[in-house]
């Protein structure tokens, strides 16, 4: 079985999957070492190593030299990267942007923000062989026209949600980030999928879950609500990145809401 199969797995084993977002190599190889499943080259960078106050002003220049840097730092680990802001405009330019992370920085899988309009970008990325990662509810790359809100509250956003986790699953998509959806609506999504479901703030129910490190670490200026610092209780930033990994694997993070 290759390393996606087996990660893949996980889902029908009831093993939790484990994400964290890294930018650079000596966060990588202490991910790596503490056995963090997936680790993330998110596009959060933009936030919180670079300071902005979005995603926006990423460029896809800026994702290959940290993936470099996590794929340096953590030879073994699947690394998924981010398309930044606009780098999915067009099928040509999404392409174009997957193969670059990809051979210039060893990403071995893309994630692409969006509902069943980019459905056509990952059918194109999938018959090429990249392995991608949907990303629907809370979409940091539209804040500036949706806001930073929890997805799913209505009947009818939570159907749309629905629609779109399954039409990305058919196109090709093998793994589903849900960020800000409402915990029901991201167990119902789950259950509906045969690919993990990886949750941020969307309750405990997903087949895994990510975090971004620096909230992780109690560094984040503004670290949302479901995401706790786990640099406590006198333990050292290795002990903290384990103690994610533990309480995700054995179902105490998140607690049931
Ligand atoms: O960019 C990022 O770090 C992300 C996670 C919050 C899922 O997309």
Same mark, same amino acid.
């Given at each position: 079985?290759?390393?996606?199969?087996?990660?893949?797995?996980?889902?029908?084993q009831?093993?939790?999957?484990?994400?964290?977002?890294?930018y650079?190599?000596?966060?990588?190889?202490v991910?790596?070492?503490?056995?963090?499943?997936?680790?993330?080259?998110?596009?959060?960078?933009?936030?919180?190593?670079?300071?902005?106050?979005?995603?926006?002003?990423?460029?896809?220049?800026?994702?290959?030299?940290?993936?470099?840097?996590?794929?340096?730092?953590?030879?073994?680990?699947?690394?998924?990267?981010?398309?930044?802001?606009?780098?999915?405009?067009?099928?040509?330019?999404?392409?174009?942007?997957a193969?670059?992370?990809?051979?210039k920085?060893?990403v071995?899988?893309?994630?692409?923000?969006?509902?069943?309009?980019?459905?056509?970008?990952?059918?194109?990325?999938?018959?090429?062989?990249?392995?991608?990662?949907?990303?629907?509810?809370l979409?940091?790359?539209?804040?500036?026209?949706?806001?930073?809100?929890? @997805?799913?509250?209505? &009947?009818? =956003?939570?159907?749309? !949600?629905?629609?779109?986790?399954?039409?990305?699953? *058919?196109?090709? /998509?093998?793994?589903?980030?849900?960020?800000?959806?409402m915990?029901?609506?991201?167990?119902?999504?789950?259950?509906?999928?045969?690919?993990?479901?990886?949750?941020?703030?969307?309750?405990?129910?997903?087949?895994?879950?990510?975090?971004?490190?620096?909230?992780?670490?109690?560094?984040? @200026?503004?670290?949302? &609500?479901? =995401?706790?610092?786990? !640099?406590?209780?006198?333990?050292?930033?290795?002990? *903290?990145i384990? /103690?994610?990994v533990?309480?995700?694997?054995?179902?105490?993070?998140?607690?049931?809401?």
């Amino acid at each position: 079985m290759n390393k996606l199969a087996k990660l893949l797995s996980q889902k029908s084993q009831g093993k939790k999957l484990t994400c964290l977002t890294a930018y650079d190599a000596s966060f990588a190889r202490v991910l790596d070492d503490c056995g963090v499943d997936l680790l993330l080259v998110g596009d959060s960078l933009g936030m919180v190593v670079q300071g902005h106050n979005s995603t926006v002003p990423v460029t896809l220049d800026d994702m290959i030299y940290h993936s470099i840097l996590v794929r340096r730092g953590a030879p073994q680990a699947w690394m998924i990267a981010d398309l930044p802001f606009m780098t999915a405009s067009s099928l040509t330019l999404a392409l174009d942007s997957a193969q670059q992370l990809m051979q210039k920085a060893g990403v071995q899988m893309i994630k692409i923000e969006g509902d069943q309009s980019v459905v056509p970008i990952v059918a194109a990325l999938t018959q090429q062989g990249v392995p991608v990662c949907a990303h629907l509810g809370l979409l940091p790359q539209q804040a500036l026209r949706l806001g930073y809100k929890t @997805a799913g509250k209505t &009947s009818q =956003a939570a159907e749309k !949600l629905l629609a779109d986790a399954l039409a990305l699953e *058919a196109a090709g /998509a093998s793994m589903l980030v849900l960020e800000c959806v409402m915990p029901d609506v991201a167990a119902k999504i789950t259950q509906a999928l045969s690919i993990p479901t990886i949750g941020i703030g969307s309750g405990n129910q997903t087949d895994g879950q990510v975090l971004v490190l620096h909230d992780v670490l109690g560094l984040s @200026a503004y670290p949302p &609500s479901f =995401a706790p610092s786990f !640099l406590v209780n006198g333990r050292t930033i290795r002990d *903290a990145i384990c /103690a994610f990994v533990h309480d995700v694997r054995a179902g105490q993070f998140p607690s049931a809401s």
